[in-house]
């Protein structure tokens, strides 16, 4: 039976990369997003290598959309869905005060309310497909608050903390439920950012760093499996300050990200 992988914010960056690198793999790949010319591209691109494409409009705040998506995918992959990739995202850099409430609602109705609807929509066919994987696309800034993405970095605790739970809740229907921490990532997402972080940390990652990881980590080692890996920090920086933040007096951590950020 061909397994399957449904995807948000599939049309660019990170989740067009991951779309590709399963759909090589011999997935059956559903790619969702609000922006439809970079489908296109994306269907022709997984035509390509082999794999057959399914993509579709999506805005992930709309619940209804979410399941009406997911419905009309699980009927071509045959009621399986043994991937969830929940990746649209937006992010907003700058100080708190001087980005518009509104901006700051739109992130947190795409970052968090996005992934809730996923889940919850999700759900059914996961607990129906054994082995089940859902991937959230959280970040390096869910470990340590940070300044100029303080609404964005709060989403991202968020995504944290509800892979924790459901990890917690569904691994009696052997879903696993795992989230993925890179710090900054080469895509359209950065390409105007420019905060302390940015400036000290520089710009790192690509796309297809994060994809790699991420086919890495549904398809888990043994080791991994035994020790119940939740969080997968991506990149030798993001796995250091991981690190760092859970060996490290608290005191120490601020320090450490204060300098970071230069604030
Ligand atoms: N780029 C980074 O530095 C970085 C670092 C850590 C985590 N992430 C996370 O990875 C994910 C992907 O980021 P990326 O760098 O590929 O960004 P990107 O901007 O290249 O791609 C995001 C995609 O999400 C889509 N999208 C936005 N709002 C949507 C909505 N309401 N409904 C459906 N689709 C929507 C966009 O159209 C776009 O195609 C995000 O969740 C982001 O927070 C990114």
Redesign the pocket.
Known sequence: MTKSVFI????????RATALLFAQRGYLVGG????ED?LRVLAADITAVGGTPVVGH????DADEVAQRLAEFTQTSGGRLDVLIN?????NAGRFEEISLDVHHREID??VK?VVNGLYAAFPYLKATPGAVVVN????SAIYGQAELANYSAT?FFVRAITEALDLEWGQYGIRVIDMW????N????KDVKTGTTQSLG?RLT?QDIATDIVAAVDATWARRLVSQVHFPVGIQAKALALGARFSPAWLTRLVNKGLAGS
């Open positions: 948000t914010g599939a049309a660019t960056g990170i989740g969702y997003d609000l922006n970079g999506l805005n992930v705040t990746n649209a995202g937006l992010l795409v970052n996005g696309l959280a970040s390096a991202k890179p710090l900054y990532v895509t359209a997402m950065t710009i796309a």
